[in-house]
């Protein structure tokens, strides 16, 4: 039997780009610093629950801002959108994900692919779990990557150390009653799910449990309630690729979101979840092989939304 299409058309675009030298690692997180550039990692997994994979795809890296979406579904499940929508917007902010700003009028974060936003999303986790809240946070993604998930105490800890903006950020959020008190756990709680290992079977896994409208294609497990998935995917195509988001909805059309530990994840409706790992990023923040894959990968399948 021969390979499947899908298997060869990503060893294809592996190969195409794994000469790539584009990019720098993340350093403003010390930790990030030591990442390997020359590991790419591409997988795709359908909807109905077939995996392909090459290169580098089982390398463990941090999740970092795709943990963004994911936090934003949660608590949209427990607080309502109404809820939510007075805490934190849903329009692209056109600025860095790391902004020191709020909306004039409202005082809230532009949306919750930003730090601000997503900074808020969590507080609310926290508000409601308290000290479970982690153990809550794991267990969700987890049952979207399909496998037990665990943080990266290093990554963590530097990011933990080294924060003052995120820190600044909250303390703002505080300040204008975006969030409540204790602001302290509820950042950590912040730098804990960015520092979540996953590696690019994980994130595909995650984004097919999207894509496949919250239940993962894999496990059969219902992750996500029908009802919010809807929200996390607009947001993502909305602001998921930082100040890049409107180019990727012109040229990819699908809802993405990278991070700048090297991911990218996107969610084809209804097909398929892909994931690229490569720590290499441009300046926008969004990995160099990551954005010319899905670019590849988008006009050979006739992804676009559109
Ligand atoms: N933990 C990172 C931060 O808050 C996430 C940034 C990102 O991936 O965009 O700065």
Same mark, same amino acid.
């Given at each position: +039997?021969?390979?499947?299409? !899908?298997?060869? =058309?990503?060893? #294809?675009?592996?190969?195409?780009?794994?000469?790539?030298?584009?990019?720098?690692?993340?350093?403003?997180?010390?930790?990030?610093?030591?990442?390997?550039?020359?590991?790419?990692?591409?997988? @795709?997994?359908?909807?109905?629950?077939?995996?392909?994979?090459?290169?580098?795809?089982?390398?463990?890296?941090?999740?970092?801002?795709?943990?963004?979406?994911?936090?934003?579904?949660? #608590?949209?499940? =427990?607080?309502?959108?109404?809820?939510?929508?007075?805490?934190?917007?849903?329009?692209?902010?056109?600025?860095?994900?790391?902004?020191?700003? !709020?909306?004039?009028?409202?005082?809230?974060?532009?949306?919750? +692919?930003? %730090?601000?936003? /997503?900074?808020?999303? $969590?507080?609310? !986790?926290?508000?409601? &779990?308290?000290?479970?809240?982690?153990?809550?946070?794991?267990?969700?993604?987890?049952?979207?990557?399909?496998? /037990?998930?665990?943080?990266?105490?290093?990554?963590?800890?530097?990011?933990?150390?080294?924060?003052?903006?995120?820190?600044?950020?909250?303390?703002? @959020? !505080?300040?204008?009653?975006?969030?409540?008190?204790?602001?302290?756990?509820?950042?950590?709680?912040?730098?804990?799910?960015?520092?979540?290992?996953?590696?690019?079977?994980? @994130?595909?896994?995650?984004?097919?449990? =999207?894509?496949?409208?919250?239940?993962?294609?894999? $496990?059969?497990?219902?992750?996500?309630?029908?009802?919010?998935?809807?929200?996390?995917?607009?947001?993502?195509?909305?602001?998921?690729?930082?100040? &890049?988001?409107?180019?990727?909805?012109?040229?990819?059309? *699908?809802?993405?979101?990278?991070? *700048?530990?090297?991911?990218?994840?996107?969610?084809? %409706?209804?097909?398929?979840?892909?994931?690229?790992?490569?720590?290499?990023?441009?300046? @926008?923040?969004?990995?160099?092989?990551?954005?010319?894959?899905?670019?590849?990968? #988008?006009?050979? =399948?006739?992804?676009?939304?559109?």
């Amino acid at each position: +039997m021969g390979k499947h299409r !899908l298997q060869e =058309l990503i060893e #294809a675009l592996h190969q195409r780009y794994q000469s790539c030298t584009e990019g720098e690692v993340a350093t403003y997180i010390p930790e990030l610093g030591k990442a390997n550039p020359q590991h790419f990692g591409v997988s @795709l997994v359908t909807s109905d629950g077939l995996s392909f994979n090459t290169g580098n795809y089982e390398q463990p890296f941090t999740i970092q801002s795709i943990s963004k979406p994911f936090t934003y579904g949660m #608590a949209l499940e =427990l607080y309502g959108a109404e809820k939510v929508a007075r805490h934190v917007g849903v329009e692209p902010s056109g600025d860095a994900f790391n902004s020191i700003e !709020l909306e004039q009028d409202t005082n809230r974060p532009f949306n919750p +692919m930003v %730090n601000a936003g /997503a900074i808020t999303v $969590t507080a609310l !986790l926290y508000q409601h &779990y308290g000290d479970r809240a982690l153990e809550m946070l794991l267990a969700r993604f987890s049952a979207a990557a399909g496998r /037990a998930l665990s943080i990266d105490e290093a990554v963590y800890q530097s990011e933990s150390r080294t924060g003052h903006r995120n820190r600044a950020i909250a303390h703002l @959020l !505080l300040n204008f009653g975006m969030i409540d008190e204790p602001v302290e756990p509820a950042l950590d709680l912040y730098f804990k799910q960015c520092s979540i290992l996953v590696n690019c079977r994980d @994130l595909a896994t995650m984004g097919a449990t =999207l894509a496949n409208l919250g239940t993962n294609p894999i $496990t059969k497990e219902e992750v996500y309630d029908l009802s919010v998935v809807k929200d996390m995917l607009s947001i993502m195509l909305t602001c998921g690729m930082y100040n &890049y988001s409107g180019q990727w909805a012109y040229q990819v059309g *699908v809802p993405a979101k990278s991070g *700048v530990g090297g991911g990218v994840m996107a969610a084809v %409706n209804r097909q398929l979840g892909l994931a690229i790992f490569s720590p290499p990023l441009d300046k @926008l923040g969004n990995s160099c092989r990551g954005i010319k894959v899905c670019v590849d990968l #988008a006009n050979e =399948l006739g992804l676009h939304a559109f």
